[in-house]
């Protein structure tokens, strides 16, 4: 999820419209001594907006390729935490209590809970965030970006992925009757029509939906019960089947849909693109990242391939741009995808993340850590260095150890 996104994006988002995901990450993202925010932080643009996402995603994307992420900057972001569980985008004084002006969010909190979780030794801070989650959900079983606001697919897909990645199931996290993949069904578009099988935002004023690449990529994520993180599909990959199951399709469907919704809308560039008012459609790279992730989770790792190779040879100068959780994002679609993000078009994704803050303490070249969610079992993946060198990936892939079973 491109959190995602823009500056109008977060304006609509603390209007209580709800965000696609995050604000958008300024230029120049590499640290400099100069700047007035902590050291701990990755990438030195002001955090006033996006502090804790890009926090979230830039420790995520480290302990994903076995990188162990500073100390200080994952204190950073635990000490981000309100004292009722919330995360709000930045804190510029923690020390202060949350204030009723401070804008706490269901985005930045769930994307804290996967990272704090995927790390380990911060179960209390991730149950709290968790617990606060649950207080907001929606009658329909979702999310809106800000609390009270109307469930959008992106919010309640990224908390989802935080409800998985504590070990929680989704179905059971209930609203009355109303489950989170109840709000993402009514969310998507029927097989007939404009944008068959694409998940919404949200409804416009009339309540009808309108297909968005964005939240169908998120869509799928959540619709499969997925984090932010998944490991490479194995077995046997999908077809290419065309949308099914129109009306009320249930989660699995849903997921099916979207996943051929991105692969009709990738086919003729082989990316995504996005549009501002006045001006051309322009390559939408976070938003491309994010639908290899989501079309690699529902098993379509063919039709991941060519966006993934679009992105190995177009992709860097946005990520110099745009900073640390751009370099995330192109890790887990590398990732998701079972390609060396140390050799991502002959880039080094994680050297690069790394320096856009604090150098890690340890870092271990030859190891991953699988922060998947899909089952709830105590596992550890190793796979031998030649097997892995064999397979293009360059390094060990191991699963992090779930704290409890769902």
Same mark, same amino acid.
């Given at each position: 999820?491109? *959190?995602? +996104?823009?500056?109008? /994006? !977060?304006? #609509?988002?603390?209007? &209580?419209?709800?965000?696609?995901? %995050?604000?958008? $990450?300024?230029?120049?993202?590499?640290?400099?001594?100069?700047?007035?925010?902590?050291?701990?932080?990755?990438?030195?643009?002001?955090?006033?907006?996006?502090? *804790?996402? +890009?926090?979230?995603? /830039? !420790?995520? #994307?480290?302990?994903? &390729?076995?990188?162990?992420?500073? %100390?200080?900057? $994952?204190?950073?972001?635990?000490?981000?935490?309100?004292?009722?569980?919330?995360?709000?985008?930045?804190?510029?004084?923690?020390?202060?209590?949350?204030?009723?002006?401070?804008?706490?969010?269901?985005?930045?909190? #769930?994307?804290?809970?996967?990272?704090?979780?995927?790390?380990?030794?911060?179960?209390?801070?991730?149950?709290?965030?968790?617990?606060?989650?649950?207080?907001?959900?929606?009658?329909?079983?979702?999310?809106?970006?800000?609390?009270?606001?109307?469930?959008?697919?992106?919010?309640?897909?990224?908390?989802?992925?935080?409800?998985?990645?504590?070990?929680?199931?989704?179905?059971?996290?209930?609203?009355?009757?109303?489950?989170?993949?109840?709000?993402?069904?009514?969310?998507?578009?029927?097989?007939?029509?404009?944008?068959?099988?694409?998940?919404?935002?949200?409804?416009?004023?009339?309540?009808?939906?309108?297909?968005?690449?964005?939240?169908?990529?998120?869509?799928?994520?959540?619709?499969?019960?997925?984090?932010?993180?998944?490991?490479?599909?194995?077995?046997?990959?999908?077809?290419?089947?065309?949308?099914?199951?129109?009306?009320?399709?249930?989660?699995?469907?849903?997921?099916?849909?979207?996943?051929?919704?991105?692969?009709?809308?990738?086919?003729?560039?082989?990316?995504?693109?996005?549009?501002?008012?006045?001006?051309?459609?322009?390559?939408?790279?976070?938003?491309?990242?994010?639908?290899?992730?989501?079309?690699?989770?529902?098993?379509?790792?063919?039709?991941?391939?060519?966006?993934?190779?679009?992105?190995?040879?177009?992709?860097?100068?946005?990520?110099?741009?745009?900073?640390?959780?751009?370099?995330?994002?192109?890790?887990?679609?590398?990732?998701?995808?079972?390609?060396?993000?140390?050799?991502?078009?002959?880039?080094?994704?994680?050297?690069?993340?790394?320096?856009?803050?604090?150098?890690?303490?340890?870092?271990?070249?030859?190891?991953?850590?699988?922060?998947?969610?899909?089952?709830?079992?105590?596992?550890?993946?190793?796979?031998?260095?030649?097997?892995?060198?064999?397979?293009?990936?360059?390094?060990?892939?191991?699963?992090?150890?779930?704290?409890?079973?769902?």
């Amino acid at each position: 999820m491109n *959190v995602r +996104r823009s500056a109008a /994006a !977060l304006a #609509a988002a603390t209007a &209580v419209i709800g965000a696609a995901a %995050a604000p958008a $990450v300024a230029t120049d993202p590499s640290p400099s001594a100069s700047r007035a925010f902590s050291s701990a932080l990755y990438g030195s643009t002001d955090p006033t907006y996006d502090g *804790v996402w +890009r926090q979230s995603l /830039a !420790l995520l #994307a480290q302990h994903t &390729v076995g990188v162990k992420p500073p %100390a200080e900057s $994952v204190d950073w972001l635990a000490g981000q935490q309100c004292a009722n569980g919330a995360f709000a985008p930045y804190r510029a004084d923690p020390s202060k209590a949350c204030g009723a002006k401070l804008m706490a969010d269901t985005n930045n909190t #769930a994307a804290a809970v996967q990272a704090l979780a995927a790390l380990g030794g911060h179960d209390a801070a991730a149950d709290k965030a968790v617990a606060w989650l649950k207080s907001v959900q929606n009658k329909d079983g979702g999310w809106g970006y800000a609390p009270g606001g109307a469930s959008d697919t992106n919010s309640t897909s990224v908390v989802i992925g935080a409800l998985t990645a504590v070990g929680e199931e989704p179905a059971d996290v209930r609203k009355g009757e109303q489950t989170p993949y109840d709000a993402l069904r009514k969310l998507a578009l029927p097989c007939d029509g404009d944008g068959a099988g694409a998940f919404a935002f949200q409804p416009d004023k009339k309540g009808k939906l309108a297909a968005n690449a964005d939240a169908t990529a998120a869509g799928v994520l959540g619709a499969l019960g997925k984090g932010l993180v998944v490991r490479p599909a194995s077995g046997k990959q999908t077809d290419a089947a065309a949308c099914s199951d129109a009306g009320y399709p249930a989660p699995q469907q849903a997921a099916a849909n979207g996943a051929a919704y991105l692969t009709k809308a990738l086919a003729e560039d082989g990316y995504l693109k996005s549009a501002l008012p006045g001006s051309t459609d322009q390559p939408d790279y976070g938003n491309t990242a994010d639908a290899v992730v989501a079309l690699a989770a529902q098993g379509r790792a063919a039709q991941a391939k060519e966006p993934l190779r679009w992105l190995e040879q177009n992709s860097a100068t946005w990520a110099a741009k745009s900073g640390p959780a751009a370099y995330a994002q192109l890790i887990f679609a590398a990732h998701a995808t079972g390609t060396d993000p140390r050799d991502f078009g002959g880039a080094d994704l994680v050297k690069q993340l790394n320096a856009t803050g604090p150098a890690p303490k340890t870092a271990t070249d030859d190891s991953a850590a699988d922060t998947d969610d899909s089952d709830g079992s105590d596992i550890w993946w190793m796979v031998g260095a030649g097997l892995a060198a064999g397979a293009g990936i360059g390094f060990l892939i191991s699963g992090r150890n779930k704290r409890r079973k769902p």
